[in-house]
């Protein structure tokens, strides 16, 4: 419970000194062994493709990229005979083709890799998720951060349980224009506007809701995710898109315990880890662990975009003028020219990339399709 | 004399009676007394035997007679009466019986008068013993040089032994004095006073020095002259400067001549040496300096005993139970230390009458109100302030003490900038009333109530308030020196509240509550010299609602969930003998049987016999109507142990002991939360069974100045919970499918070096010890560690710890603490894979890692105003300071993955130096 490790912060601040939390490098943990990851899920939609990923674990301090399984056989089997074969397109992904499918049959995956081994889930239902009704949010009275919200509902009363995921977009702005670039050792007209950039960014985590303890499948104002003003998001113009998923009970348990065991461990309060590996089996030596859980179902997703104008712009101001020489030799980052009186050459303003150039902040300059 | 008027009209009719009295000298004598005075004694006879007494009242009254005789003669009957008494008796031929005392009335010529030849068989008993002793009462008051007769008064003092006990008590407050040894030099013997303040001491005839010795009182010694059993209260004086005495008891005797191991008693000064982060004193982490005793986290107070777990003790304060023994998450202990006098933990031999929980029992006492004057205290901390006072209600007879403790954290918070802070509050008070009075020598009673309130809330969201309620009533009674008893009914209730109406669709309101009542009858009987009989019957009910989700807004649109209540009876007999077989063996074997009946009402899910228990296996239910008995348990329990006294300062102890619990503390967290839940044993869930096996050396070196003691013990724990991942205990309509049952086993060694006497004392400790589960289904895909043993959450096996306390003068001491101990268990990640685009870790084998180990110095200062015995208030001031050297001990590790990355992170709570004040005071 993140509340009650709170508490200790609150009680600790008390006596004016910190509970605080230190980088922890655990020993090196050496021989581990390489398990099955299958990650993907049946898409039941008929107008989407379905794609199943098969990757291997890896040790933690590993910073290779994660090793795919190829030539695999993905095969997903319906319990009242149908069947389908997924192709693979590389890198260890394998895709079906959109189709329709009978939703009163139950599905699993079976995998069969090149090293003998054959891996096979539960079966389990497809799960129709309802319509998202709207996407909130809440601006804090101090204008210092918003908060996004989430509303839904199942008129059926067969979802029950939710789990959301969303990426955010947003465009911003330097507080210094730069004109010119260097290239060559000359000094040109830039090319490409680095004063607006927009970023995307899609955050692991889990987000789960139930109404199985409420008499109607109603979500409402479910939180999403919170947004402090000082983050710069806010500035221009942000768009948001969630994406929702209605699962079966064991999917739900599932996601909830990945939620606590990656998630929430470690706490005083928080229940201790456990080993989540999901609802797949390998059929050909019960002790070998595979990770992933299969389900079917077809997702819903809606995107909203705001204004908001919340946080304070960065404030800078130029570095330095400088002779044409002076800043081809220094490299330096120009903004505009400056005609000295009686000049018959420019001399450029100088100033910090960090300040005009919004790559700086890790976003790319490409306007994104969807953005009106 | 009480007769004197009649005597010269009697001697008229003397002559008639003379004739009747060859006829009624054969009547016979029937009487059955019980304690009765001699007068009742001399109604029955003369109204028998038409006999007629000559005595002198007012010798004679403290005379009790216990007889019952069926047709016998005057004169056997006499003798039986006077056995082992001053008194003697004569009767003349005229049915005159005189009661003397000393010399007979000599009413006829001895036959051997005037045979010289043979010995005179009276002259022994008519030898003349000097008067020295009545003529030094006169010239001596005070009472260590008064000399006391004990017993009826005699002129000669038979060889053999006879038996003086009474009441130890404070002179100045009238509280008994619990623990004190009585003894007598040569020959070595001596006890020690037990829970009343009695003791019964049986020794030689004769002249003897009785010395008596208890921590934090003047040494005295009383010289009595014993001449049969009798009764000698005593009091004694406090000692001024409380600094001066030493304070670890576990008695210098106990440590190497009592049978008991495990054993440490702590008084409320001890505590006071003992720095705190918060510089209050607390009792639960006074406990945690001592070997054996360990806790998952610094800010933690749950209790592992020996490797048990934290629900394994039995907490009392006041033959309570208490149930949530912390405040705020236990950075405070519930116990005020205004209100404590003392705290004894049992770890190893736990006495027959205890039982319920598997590891220990922590016996937590309150100290009775002053008996005298009315006196306050109390004490004002960084975050605590607290006040006592207490007095006479009836002045030497009974007294009371209320105490009340509160924080003002709140008005702290208020303060704070932070405004996240400053919409959360945080808030305990508790509340202690002890009253007890003494009805007469042989009655006293005494009753406690304990109250106490935690609430917090964050950041304006959900709040969080939990409650320990506590009263006890205790009547003890002594039927004679030889057998007493005390009787107890106490209730305890625990319960917490959790709620929030942020979002009104889904406001809630989360309950829990647990009650237990208790009722039990203890007896001591000291059957013989080398036997002691302890004996009686308890029982528990307990009511446990173990939880409720209820809507708390109009708009709310929760489906309430009420979980079904529980409750059970829980019995027990017991029976202990301690039997010294001689002045080097001394062996102690007692019996506790218990019996457990799950009661109705209640639902009770079936499951498919022979598959696991599991959601998926479920076939139905049964109905159970109250009172219906759902589930039995039963068993006994043994507690044996042997003390063998290799010399005047060794000792060889052995101890084995089996315990039952039948009640669970439902956890999956790190440390004991308020939000844990208990449970109760039932269809699926068997109780806990444990047992131990422990063996130790005693040596007291230099003259008794240093105690050295090494325990060695194994322990074997049976039915203990553990839970299986990721699943919710609390509001679970089936836990019995969200728990593994496991085996555990400990064993270790504890090594103590104790001085208690001179200007430096404290203690060294060093254990070494283990503690390990295993499932007990080792195929079930739900075993941890694939059924194999792994190390439990508490499982420090290095621990090191120094307590000292150096007193400069009787106004200025200095206390320096250091702890070391092995870092805990925890599960490290072995691995990581990729899920939807974010890396995820997995986790190995249950805890299979250290956190890094745990090292803290503490330092604290203290000085107490003047000595002055009159004066308007008397003060002490304490500074200290936690965590000298600032070390960031990691309290907890753990990992999440953030934006992609897995990190690890290594929380620590008191990461820096904490100093803080106290400033306390007495009026």
């Known amino acids: 419970m993140k509340t009650l490790l709170s508490l200790i912060a609150v009680v600790v601040s008390l006596v004016v000194l910190d509970g605080c939390v230190l980088p922890f490098t655990p ?4 021989a581990a062994d390489r398990f099955l990851v299958i990650d993907g899920f049946l898409n039941t939609g008929g107008k989407d493709s379905s794609r199943i990923t098969l990757t291997y674990t890896q040790l933690v301090s590993n910073k290779n990229s994660f090793t795919p399984e190829l030539r695999a056989q993905v095969i997903v089997e319906g319990d009242k005979g149908s069947t389908f074969l997924f192709t693979e397109i590389g890198k260890g992904l394998y895709r079906l083709a959109p189709r329709t499918f009978n939703l009163n049959e139950n599905f699993r995956i079976r995998v069969k890799t090149t090293g003998k081994k054959e891996f096979l889930s539960d079966y389990t239902t497809p799960k129709q998720t309802p319509p998202i009704d709207s996407i909130t949010y809440k601006i804090a009275a101090d204008r210092s951060s918003l908060q996004i919200n989430i509303n839904t509902h199942d008129p059926l009363n067969k979802t029950r349980f939710y789990r959301w995921k969303f990426e955010e977009t947003w465009e911003y702005n330097m507080p210094l224009y730069s004109l010119y670039e260097i290239k060559n050792n000359a000094i040109i007209d830039r090319v490409q506007n680095i004063n607006t950039c927009w970023r995307t960014e899609t955050p692991s985590t889990i987000l789960l809701g139930s109404t199985i303890k409420l008499t109607q ?22 768009s948001i898109i969630v994406k929702q998923f209605g699962l079966t009970q064991e999917g739900y348990e599932y996601w909830n315990a990945l939620a606590k065991t990656t998630e929430t461990t470690g706490g005083l309060f928080d229940s201790q880890p456990s080993q989540i590996t999901g609802n797949i089996k390998c059929t050909t030596n019960s002790q070998e662990l595979v990770f ?23 404030s800078c101001q130029p570095l330095d003028t400088l002779s044409i020489a002076d800043a081809i030799k220094a490299q330096s980052f120009l903004l505009t020219e400056y005609w000295a009186d009686g000049a018959r050459i420019p001399e450029y303003i100088t100033g910090d990339p960090g300040c005009g150039d919004c790559r700086t902040k890790g976003g790319n300059t490409t306007r994104p399709s969807f953005w009106p | 004399m009480k007769h004197s008027l009649l005597f010269t009209t009697l001697l008229v009719t003397l002559t008639f009676s003379a004739l009747l009295a060859q006829t009624k000298a054969e009547k016979r004598l029937t009487v059955d007394l019980n304690e009765a005075r001699f007068g009742q004694f001399v109604k029955e006879a003369e109204a028998q035997t038409g006999h007629f007494f000559y005595y002198d009242a007012s010798q004679l009254d403290s005379l009790k007679i216990t007889l019952q005789v069926k047709d016998q003669t005057l004169v056997s009957v006499l003798v039986q009466v006077f056995k082992d008494t001053e008194f003697k008796f004569s009767i003349d031929d005229q049915q005159r019986v005189f009661v003397t005392s000393g010399q007979p009335i000599i009413t006829q010529l001895s036959d051997d008068l005037f045979n010289l030849n043979t010995p005179n068989k009276e002259s022994e008993q008519n030898q003349y013993v000097a008067p020295t002793t009545e003529e030094q009462d006169k010239l001596l008051s005070t009472a260590e040089s008064k000399l006391y007769n004990i017993g009826a008064q005699r002129q000669r003092i038979t060889e053999g032994k006879s038996t003086v006990s009474g009441y130890i008590r404070n002179a100045v407050t009238g509280e008994p004095v619990i623990g004190a040894a009585v003894y007598i030099e040569s020959p070595s013997v001596g006890v020690s006073t037990d829970a009343l303040g009695l003791f019964s001491l049986t020794i030689p005839r004769g002249k003897q020095t009785l010395k008596i010795k208890s921590i934090g009182m003047r040494d005295t010694y009383r ?36 049978t008991q191991m495990g054993q440490v008693k702590l008084n409320i000064k001890t505590m006071k040496q003992v720095p705190t982060a918060f510089g209050e004193t607390d009792l639960l982490r006074t406990v945690l300096t001592l070997p054996g005793v360990k806790a998952v986290s610094e800010s933690s107070v749950g209790l592992n005993v020996r490797g048990g777990s934290t629900d394994q003790n039995l907490i009392l304060f006041n033959d309570a139970v208490v149930y949530n023994p912390s405040h705020l998450f236990g950075f405070f202990s519930a116990f005020n230390p205004d209100v404590i006098k003392e705290v004894e933990l049992y770890k190893s031999t736990i006495p027959s009458k205890y039982g319920g929980r598997l590891s220990s029992v922590l016996e937590i006492n309150s100290r009775d109100g002053n008996k005298k004057k009315f006196v306050g205290s109390g004490g004002i901390g960084l975050l605590t302030g607290r006040f006592a006072i207490e007095g006479p209600i009836i002045k030497e007879k009974s007294s009371f003490i209320l105490a009340g403790r509160s924080t003002y954290s709140n008005w702290v918070l208020k303060k704070l900038e932070n405004a996240s802070f400053s919409q959360s509050t945080a808030s305990f008070y508790d509340l202690n009333l002890h009253v007890n009075h003494e009805i007469n020598e042989k009655n006293s009673l005494s009753l406690m109530g304990y109250l106490s309130k935690d609430k917090f809330r964050f950041f304006g969201d959900t709040a969080y308030s939990y409650q320990n309620q506590l009263a006890s009533l205790k009547w003890k009674h002594t039927f004679n020196p030889k057998f007493y008893s005390v ?8 319960q917490y509240d959790i709620g929030s109406q942020r979002v009104p669709t889904a406001a809630f309101d989360l309950k829990f509550d647990i009650s237990q009542s208790t009722a039990k009858a203890d007896f001591t009987y000291f059957l013989h010299r080398q036997h002691t009989l302890d004996f009686g019957v308890n029982t528990v009910y307990y009511k446990l609602y173990p939880g409720s989700l209820r809507p708390s807004h109009p708009e709310s649109l929760l489906i309430p969930d009420v979980m079904e209540s529980e409750q059970a009876i829980e019995s027990a007999v017991y029976l202990e003998d301690r039997f010294d077989v001689n002045a080097r063996l001394s062996l102690s074997g007692g019996i506790r049987f218990s019996l457990f009946n799950y009661l109705g009402p209640k639902t009770v899910y079936t499951y498919t016999p022979g598959l696991p228990i599991e959601k998926i296996y479920s076939d139905g239910n049964q109905t159970f109507t109250a009172g219906q008995n759902i589930k039995t348990y039963q068993g006994p329990e043994y507690r044996v142990s042997a003390r063998y006294l290799v010399n005047n300062s060794t000792s060889v102890k052995v101890s084995y002991n089996t315990t039952r619990q039948y009640i669970h503390l439902l956890t999956n967290t790190m440390v004991m939360s308020p ?3 208990w449970k109760l044993s039932d269809s699926y869930i068997k109780p806990q069974l444990g047992s131990q096996l422990a063996a130790g050396v005693y040596r007291n070196l230099r003259g008794n100045k240093l105690e050295l003691s090494v ?27 969200a728990v593994i049952s496991t085996t555990g086993k400990a064993y270790g060694i504890e090594v103590m070096l104790k001085k208690l006497t001179g200007k430096l004392n404290g203690w060294v400790s060093y254990t070494y010890a283990r503690s390990l589960l295993r499932a007990n289904d080792r195929t079930s895909s739900d075993a941890p560690n694939k059924g194999n043993y792994y190390p439990s959450n508490y499982d420090k096996p290095h621990d090191f710890t120094l307590v000292s306390n150096y007193k400069f003068s009787h106004r200025f001491s200095l206390s320096f603490n250091f702890t070391y101990s092995s870092g805990r268990p925890y599960t490290p990640p072995i691995g990581k894979y990729i899920l939807e685009g974010v890396p995820r870790i997995y986790y190995a084998d249950r805890n299979q890692f250290r956190i890094p180990d745990y090292y803290r110095v503490d330092f604290s200062m203290n000085i107490e105003g003047n000595h002055k015995i009159k004066k308007l208030a008397h003060s002490s001031w304490t500074f200290a300071i936690f965590n000298v050297l600032g070390r960031k001990n990691p309290s907890s590790v753990y990992f999440r993955s953030q934006n992609g990355v897995v990190k690890g992170y290594m929380l620590s709570i008191f990461g820096q130096p904490i100093p803080t004040v106290t400033y306390n005071f007495r009026f």
Not at chain 1, 27 to 30: A, F, G, M, R, S
């Open chain 1, 27 to 30: 020993p090196e943990v050496t």
């Open chain 1, 217 to 238: 499948d109603v979500i409402r104002d479910a939180p999403i995710t919170y947004i402090p003003a000082s983050s710069g998001k806010l500035l221009v113009k942000y």
């Open chain 1, 292 to 314: 992933g859980f299969f389900s079917a179902g077809v997702p819903q997703e809606k995107r909203i975009f705001l204004s908001p104008a919340l946080g304070t712009p960065q």
């Open chain 2, 223 to 258: 010289r009595i002259v014993l001449y049969g059993d009798g009764k000698l209260d005593i009091e004694m004086q406090e000692s001024v400067t409380a600094l001066k005495e030493v304070s670890i008891t576990a008695g210098r005797d106990v440590n190497i001549a009592g």
């Open chain 2, 487 to 494: 009787f107890t009914t106490a209730y305890s209730r625990y």
């Open chain 2, 675 to 677: 939000t844990d839940i």
């Open chain 2, 711 to 737: 325990e060695a013990y194994y322990k074997n724990i049976q039915n203990f919970l553990d839970y299986k991942g990721g699943d919710s205990l609390i509001l679970n309509h089936r836990v019995e499918t």
